[in-house]
């Protein structure tokens, strides 16, 4: 009896041994993945498509309330680049001082006023090294031209960019397709991949925009013949709000009318995506837009993903 109550603390010892040699070896295994993956994780590019919502609201949505909690929205989530959507000239230099960003874009009518498409980044890591705004229309080129019974002139804001920190240059074009013409949000979608064909074809490239269309619609699928959808090949499965991306201020799922989405993230096969997530920024019934941003850590190839 004696010898077997000593030889107890001997067994746990050792089958505590073996249990820290087993963790260990996981612990070394999970180390060896970071490692491996290293590389990437240190040049993700944590990219977003928000559509900021014009400061046409009262208290407690109007724009000198939302925009601390859009800067918070940003900042937690580490956005730094940023394709944006509704974006007037006030609240562009709102955000730009607040988050101390850079941004380049410009506005949808004539005079090149209205509604901007601009994209911000962070200047300590991105330089612009060309960019362009073209118009959703017979005529691109042409400041407030609009066509197909469009709402509304709708334009594409795109630029080459330089990141500094893998010296890789890419492009990032963003987009608001038109609310009420199903014609113009299609013929649309067409002006903007036959003008981009090329960037597409030379360079990694990032899409974002509002497209006032699911999945299932035809600007989404031509936009697909072309590109992926961020969200379907991530590497890790979709994080956050549910599907929908428009939430026009309701918390309660039940009172909002759009139950897929319609923001979007697409890149091209020189684009890896770790992650892929629609940031559900309501905090005591609050929100900082009525629409949801979406967001991927993506990294930059150098060769075609296979």
Same mark, same amino acid.
């Given at each position: 009896?004696?010898?077997?109550?000593?030889?107890?603390p001997?067994?746990?010892?050792?089958?505590a041994a073996?249990? *820290?040699s087993?963790?260990?070896?996981?612990d070394l295994?999970?180390?060896q993945v970071?490692?491996?993956?290293?590389?990437?994780?240190? !040049?993700?590019?944590?990219?977003?498509?928000y559509n900021?919502?014009?400061?046409?609201?009262?208290?407690?949505?109007?724009?000198?309330?939302?925009?601390?909690?859009?800067v918070?929205?940003? +900042?937690?989530?580490? #956005?730094? *680049?940023?394709?944006?959507q509704?974006?007037l000239?006030?609240? @562009?230099?709102?955000?730009?001082?607040?988050?101390? #960003?850079? =941004? #380049?874009?410009?506005?949808?009518d004539?005079?090149?006023?209205?509604?901007h498409?601009v994209?911000? =980044?962070?200047?300590a890591r991105?330089d612009v @090294?060309?960019?362009?705004?073209?118009?959703?229309?017979?005529?691109?080129?042409?400041?407030?031209?609009?066509?197909?019974?469009?709402?509304?002139?709708r334009?594409?804001?795109?630029?080459l960019?330089?990141?500094? +920190?893998?010296?890789q240059?890419?492009?990032?074009?963003?987009?608001?397709?038109?609310?009420?013409s199903?014609v113009?949000?299609?013929?649309g979608i067409?002006?903007?991949?036959?003008?981009?064909?090329?960037?597409?074809?030379? =360079?990694? #490239?990032?899409?974002t925009?509002?497209?006032?269309?699911t999945?299932?619609d035809?600007?989404?699928r031509?936009?697909?013949?072309?590109?992926?959808?961020?969200?379907?090949?991530?590497?890790?499965?979709? =994080?956050?709000a549910?599907?929908?991306?428009?939430?026009?201020?309701?918390? !309660?799922?039940r009172e909002r009318?759009? +139950?897929k989405?319609?923001?979007?993230?697409?890149?091209? !096969?020189?684009?890896?995506v770790?992650?892929?997530?629609? @940031?559900?920024?309501?905090? !005591?019934?609050l929100?900082?837009?009525?629409?949801?941003?979406?967001t991927a850590?993506?990294v930059?190839?150098?060769?075609p993903?296979?």
């Amino acid at each position: 009896m004696n010898f077997s109550f000593r030889m107890k603390p001997v067994v746990l010892m050792i089958a505590a041994a073996a249990a *820290l040699s087993f963790v260990a070896a996981l612990d070394l295994s999970g180390a060896q993945v970071s490692k491996a993956d290293a590389g990437a994780e240190k !040049n993700l590019i944590h990219v977003a498509t928000y559509n900021v919502r014009g400061p046409s609201d009262r208290a407690p949505n109007a724009w000198r309330d939302r925009l601390p909690r859009m800067v918070k929205t940003i +900042r937690d989530n580490r #956005f730094e *680049l940023i394709g944006t959507q509704e974006t007037l000239s006030g609240p @562009i230099k709102d955000l730009a001082a607040s988050l101390e #960003f850079n =941004y #380049f874009g410009i506005g949808r009518d004539k005079h090149k006023g209205d509604e901007h498409n601009v994209v911000f =980044y962070d200047p300590a890591r991105f330089d612009v @090294i060309s960019q362009e705004t073209f118009w959703l229309s017979d005529n691109p080129g042409t400041p407030g031209s609009s066509s197909w019974d469009s709402g509304c002139p709708r334009i594409c804001t795109w630029g080459l960019l330089l990141d500094r +920190r893998t010296n890789q240059r890419f492009v990032i074009a963003n987009t608001h397709l038109d609310n009420r013409s199903a014609v113009a949000r299609i013929q649309g979608i067409n002006v903007l991949l036959t003008r981009l064909a090329p960037m597409i074809e030379k =360079y990694p #490239f990032i899409l974002t925009g509002d497209f006032n269309s699911t999945a299932d619609d035809m600007p989404v699928r031509r936009v697909l013949g072309v590109l992926r959808n961020a969200r379907d090949v991530s590497e890790t499965d979709h =994080y956050g709000a549910g599907d929908e991306t428009f939430h026009d201020f309701h918390e !309660n799922r039940r009172e909002r009318t759009h +139950r897929k989405p319609i923001d979007f993230i697409f890149v091209n !096969n020189r684009v890896r995506v770790l992650s892929h997530g629609t @940031i559900n920024d309501f905090r !005591n019934g609050l929100a900082s837009s009525d629409h949801f941003p979406v967001t991927a850590e993506i990294v930059l190839l150098d060769e075609p993903e296979k």
